[in-house]
């Protein structure tokens, strides 16, 4: 989903990650958080709004989202009152929010006749607008704006496709039609429709849209040094943090940030595979159907708008809800961490009792930077072997299916699939029964895990690089 571009608004977000960061390290979080949006926006800083007023607004509701906050719960509140009543246990309502203030409300008429109108006499376009938003002036179809509905049934009658569709960025992203607008063309989420993707969040050019972030709880914990923290690597953790710094290198550094402990995901990858393979041979038996569980965002399409097919999907639990309990079984003291580049690990992770938080993978080099870590000038390294090939491969698309292949005695027929929208087209398929495979693995993103939202590094890279490191052992 990522495309890995360094933008402006990434930037932004990483600088505040860093800067709170500090703050909580020095114990001046209460005492100066509230000086923050000054600090960082000024009237020489470069502004995308009005003035440096607007830009300290929205930069404030930002920071109640990296707080650990939902802003609309929480917007007539002061950041030296929620950041106050931190550290907190309190499971989050929700996990993607509009930002409203940064919301541009995109001033883009969705339908356009262009200069490929040719005037036809059929007039399709005119017949087909069910509230007469279109008029022919002077040989050419025109489309009144205030009329216009955005129904796209004169796109879709033009015989020359004259009719040009100008999607807002963050609803063209979301291929489940969870992203709409309300009256004042502001982006609004219908929370029953969304799966926490993120691609919505990549999407936004003006940053408008983010995630509810665990970061400052995490901070707490390390910095007051209660050594009580648990770190779960996703499989495709891998190069994020520089593509020539080794696993044994990220685990000293994770050490050495605070962390009690280092597991690598894949460790419960190989017990996912495992219960999966068996899972399948019974389905294999009856001939029957099972859905992959292990990308929460795909398992939560089928049970929002494919209810009659959730008995398909698998009863295995996913791979970091595996390593937590685990985790949590040898040491029920410490809280567990997942490290990924994904944003519905955060939605899973609501309902699991055992994963504590959800970071991605540039919260935690912020870590590393308000750490005074940099891996590059790092040279001890500590041996990070909790997993071999089974379970790291995991990581990109395909992946399950190999293990469950080399895993399973009984032949059957697989089909891998990545992205909601190749997915659903093929969940309808399902519905019909005009499908001829046992197995399908579904994953949200983009080549699987490795193409994230939150994946830092070029997906083909990050692909080639857990690979390796899979085969290595």
Aim: with cysteine.
């Amino acid at each position: 989903m990522s495309n890995n571009a360094i933008s402006e608004i990434v930037k932004l977000k990483r600088k505040l990650y860093v800067e709170l960061l500090k703050l909580v390290k020095s114990g001046d979080l209460t005492a100066e958080i509230s000086n923050l949006s000054k600090k960082m926006i000024t009237k020489d800083t470069a502004r995308y709004r009005c003035c440096e007023f607007k830009e300290r607004a929205i930069f404030e509701e930002r920071i109640k989202a990296v707080l650990g906050f939902n802003i609309a719960e929480n917007s007539k509140k002061s950041l030296e009152e929620l950041a106050a009543s931190l550290p907190r246990w309190q499971k989050k309502k929700r996990i993607v929010e509009v930002i409203g203030k940064a919301c541009d409300s995109c001033p883009i008429d969705k339908y356009l006749v262009t200069d490929a109108c040719r005037n036809c006499v059929a007039h399709k376009c005119v017949n087909s607008c069910p509230v007469k938003a279109i008029v022919v002036i002077q040989n050419k179809a025109y489309i009144d704006q205030d009329k216009c509905v955005e129904c796209g049934k004169c796109a879709q009658a033009c015989s020359y496709n004259a009719i040009l569709e100008n999607e807002r960025p963050c609803s063209r992203a979301c291929e489940l039609d969870a992203i709409s607008s309300d009256s004042n063309r502001q982006a609004k989420i219908d929370q029953k429709k969304c799966v926490s993707c993120g691609s919505c969040i990549a999407a936004c050019p003006f940053g408008a849209i983010t995630a509810i972030s665990d970061l400052i709880e995490v901070a707490l914990n390390l910095f007051a040094e209660k050594n009580n923290l648990a770190v779960m690597l996703a499989p495709s953790f891998l190069g994020q943090f520089g593509h020539q710094q080794s696993a044994a290198k990220v685990n000293y550094a994770l050490k050495k940030v605070g962390f009690r402990l280092v597991r690598e995901v894949a460790a419960g990858a190989e017990i996912t595979a495992a219960a999966e393979a068996e899972e399948l041979e019974e389905k294999i038996e009856f001939n029957k159907t099972l859905l992959s569980s292990c990308c929460p965002a795909f398992k939560k399409m089928v049970e929002n708008e494919f209810e009659e097919l959730s008995a398909l999907i698998s009863k295995t639990d996913s791979p970091m809800s595996v390593t937590a309990a685990e985790i949590k079984s040898k040491t029920p003291e410490l809280k567990t961490v997942f490290v990924g580049p994904c944003t519905a690990k955060k939605a899973e992770a609501l309902k699991d009792k055992n994963v504590d938080y959800v970071l991605n993978f540039a919260e935690m080099l912020a870590l590393f930077t308000a750490s005074n870590i940099n891996l590059a000038q790092i040279n001890e390294e500590e041996e990070l072997n909790d997993a071999g090939q089974l379970g790291r491969q995991f990581a990109y698309a395909g992946g399950l299916q190999q293990s469950l292949k080399e895993l399973t005695a009984s032949d059957f027929k697989c089909r891998q699939l990545d992205g909601l929208g190749r997915l659903k087209k093929e969940l309808y398929l399902i519905r019909a029964n005009k499908h001829d495979y046992n197995f399908l693995e579904g994953m949200a993103c983009s080549g699987g895990c490795v193409g994230g939202p939150f994946s830092m590094i070029n997906q083909n890279l990050a692909k080639k690089l857990v690979k390796e490191f899979a085969e290595s052992f």
